[in-house]
């Protein structure tokens, strides 16, 4: 029912920039925690950035000062401006949009490669 749909994914050099697009329809977009995560391989997936529907941000430390989140709600998408890109974020970024706090179904995206090389 629901998509969510990550783009903007890359190869970029160690201190280069990216901006990663989210874009979801066939849900209420207002009623979900949009959340940012990244997986790289052989490692455990981790939260990296989430935007509240009353637009409060919070990050993990590894990418807090370099990362910022955003989202549109007129157009139902968020997104995820990267800074000061380090070899060590290099993973697959996938897009969350948790609805349970609103009693809302939660959806994934498929990922995008992000690789920054040194």
């Known amino acids: 029912q629901g998509q969510v749909v990550e783009s903007g994914g890359g190869l970029v050099q160690p201190g280069g920039s990216l901006r990663l697009s989210c874009a979801t329809s066939?849900?209420?977009?207002?009623?979900?925690?949009m959340r940012w995560y990244r997986q790289a391989p052989g490692k455990q997936r981790e939260l990296v950035a989430s935007?509240?529907?009353?637009?409060?941000?919070t990050y993990s430390d590894s990418v807090k000062g370099r990362f910022t989140i955003s989202q549109d709600k007129t157009k139902s998408t968020v997104y995820l401006r990267m800074n000061a890109l380090k070899p060590e974020d290099t993973a697959i970024y996938y897009c969350n949009a948790d609805g349970t706090p609103f009693s809302q179904p939660t959806y994934w995206g498929q990922g995008t490669q992000v690789t920054v090389f040194s």
């Open positions: 066939g849900i209420i977009f207002a009623r979900n925690i």
């Open positions: 935007i509240t529907p009353g637009d409060s941000s």
